[in-house]
């Protein structure tokens, strides 16, 4: 077959001619040949791979700049390409998963449904919980915070010579989210927390406190309204679930090794000996940018046990024997000195933080 015209080659491809057009202006699909006189674009039937390709990927909606990546690493390596569709994927479900979560909620919140108005609705349920840090054998000073309440969980761990501080003003700024924020109000409270935390050390960092623009801190938390649980998470803290007898982790690390795990470029094996391991790609260090948080919803179900924790914990020790201590330890004070006893035993080389709560019928 020789060369196509734009309307022959769009109806091969499944594509419009108007997408083709926008296609070649973007670099994602451009012609064989334009024809110098008329303006005429020409295509050629080897085209017709990428072409088809590019028109799957936007009915899965995949953003056309990564559809551009994704088309350029299929011509040299069709397996990567099929790692990076499946990845983009998996994040997609992800989010959908936390949207549908929100939209639950606020179908709740405007039905009048009990179960979304708010803690003073758990006359059933209440939290058994605990939280501790350690400095490690190694660090010099903790910048690790953890906190438990009744109705808050959280852990932030500070980096830079303001970490400390910093990981300590962002607990801060949620514990008084405790008893003032109370059921539709809770997501939007969370942001403007969060936010709050930022902008003061984008301020602190412009000051006069020396190395502290290199300062900030990673966040995750959750806040219990009515049989849910708002989740806050930005960095490389996690959270991780304990429910019938199965551990899951609940939050998405934002970091440079998860990005490329994702996308099918870096085992989690590979990840944990990665040169760059520790490299955020979002943190609340006063960066609009790198500050943007995950935000969702999430069931809570009598006999849940949850963990947060620092990365001075999950780097040293190993996934099934976090399971273990959460499956067996009989409250949470005990498990949070099991897990952190593992961290000093595995060597301490970080700065660790649990907080640790169980939900309990009464």
Same mark, same amino acid.
């Given at each position: 077959?020789?060369?196509?015209?734009?309307?022959?080659?769009?109806?091969?491809?499944?594509? *419009?001619?108007?997408?083709?057009?926008?296609?070649?202006?973007?670099?994602?699909?451009?012609?064989?040949?334009?024809?110098?006189?008329?303006?005429?674009?020409?295509?050629?039937?080897?085209?017709?791979?990428?072409?088809?390709?590019?028109?799957?990927?936007?009915?899965?909606?995949?953003?056309?700049?990564?559809?551009?990546?994704?088309?350029?690493?299929?011509?040299?390596?069709?397996?990567?390409?099929?790692?990076?569709?499946?990845?983009?994927?998996?994040?997609?479900?992800?989010?959908?998963?936390?949207?549908?979560?929100?939209?639950?909620?606020?179908?709740?919140?405007?039905?009048?449904?009990?179960?979304?108005?708010?803690?003073?609705?758990?006359?059933?349920?209440?939290?058994?919980?605990?939280?501790?840090?350690?400095?490690?054998?190694?660090?010099?000073?903790?910048?690790?915070?953890?906190?438990?309440?009744?109705?808050?969980?959280?852990?932030?761990?500070?980096?830079?010579?303001?970490?400390?501080?910093? *990981?300590?003003?962002?607990?801060?700024?949620?514990?008084?989210?405790?008893?003032?924020?109370?059921?539709?109000?809770?997501?939007?409270?969370?942001?403007?927390?969060?936010?709050?935390?930022?902008?003061?050390?984008?301020?602190?960092? *412009?000051?006069?406190?020396?190395?502290?623009?290199?300062?900030?801190?990673?966040?995750?938390?959750?806040?219990? =309204?009515?049989?849910?649980?708002?989740?806050?998470?930005?960095?490389?803290?996690?959270?991780?679930?304990?429910?019938?007898?199965?551990?899951?982790?609940? =939050?998405?690390?934002?970091?440079?090794?998860?990005?490329?795990?994702?996308?099918?470029?870096?085992?989690?094996?590979?990840?944990?000996?990665?040169?760059?391991?520790?490299?955020?790609?979002?943190?609340?260090?006063?960066?609009?940018?790198?500050?943007?948080?995950?935000?969702?919803?999430?069931?809570?179900?009598?006999?849940?046990?949850?963990?947060?924790?620092?990365?001075?914990?999950?780097?040293?020790?190993?996934?099934?024997?976090?399971?273990?201590?959460?499956?067996?330890?009989?409250?949470?004070?005990?498990?949070?000195?099991?897990?952190?006893?593992?961290?000093?035993?595995?060597?301490?080389?970080?700065?660790?933080?649990?907080?640790?709560?169980?939900?309990?019928?009464?």
């Amino acid at each position: 077959m020789g060369e196509l015209t734009i309307g022959a080659f769009a109806r091969a491809s499944r594509l *419009s001619p108007k997408a083709l057009r926008l296609y070649d202006e973007l670099g994602l699909l451009a012609p064989a040949r334009v024809d110098g006189t008329t303006g005429y674009r020409y295509y050629v039937e080897a085209q017709l791979p990428r072409a088809r390709l590019v028109a799957w990927l936007r009915r899965v909606g995949m953003p056309l700049a990564r559809i551009g990546e994704v088309c350029d690493l299929y011509e040299t390596d069709p397996p990567a390409a099929g790692l990076v569709i499946g990845a983009y994927w998996a994040r997609v479900e992800t989010e959908t998963a936390a949207r549908r979560d929100l939209v639950t909620f606020l179908v709740d919140q405007l039905s009048g449904n009990p179960a979304g108005k708010g803690v003073e609705q758990m006359s059933e349920m209440r939290m058994r919980y605990a939280a501790g840090t350690d400095r490690g054998l190694v660090r010099p000073v903790n910048q690790d915070t953890a906190y438990a309440g009744s109705r808050l969980l959280a852990v932030a761990d500070g980096f830079g010579a303001d970490g400390a501080r910093a *990981s300590g003003a962002a607990v801060d700024a949620l514990v008084a989210l405790e008893e003032s924020v109370r059921g539709a109000d809770v997501l939007n409270g969370l942001a403007d927390a969060v936010d709050r935390v930022n902008r003061a050390n984008r301020e602190g960092s *412009s000051g006069d406190s020396g190395d502290s623009g290199d300062s900030g801190t990673t966040l995750t938390a959750m806040l219990w =309204t009515g049989s849910r649980l708002a989740l806050v998470h930005v960095g490389d803290t996690r959270a991780y679930l304990l429910r019938g007898g199965e551990v899951s982790r609940i =939050t998405h690390d934002h970091t440079l090794v998860q990005s490329m795990i994702d996308a099918g470029s870096l085992t989690a094996e590979e990840a944990t000996s990665h040169p760059r391991r520790a490299l955020l790609l979002r943190a609340l260090d006063g960066s609009a940018d790198h500050a943007r948080p995950d935000l969702r919803l999430h069931d809570v179900v009598p006999g849940d046990r949850y963990l947060l924790c620092s990365d001075g914990l999950f780097t040293v020790v190993g996934p099934d024997d976090i399971r273990r201590v959460l499956a067996t330890a009989v409250d949470p004070a005990d498990a949070v000195s099991e897990l952190i006893a593992l961290a000093l035993a595995a060597g301490g080389p970080d700065n660790v933080a649990c907080a640790v709560a169980d939900a309990v019928t009464v």
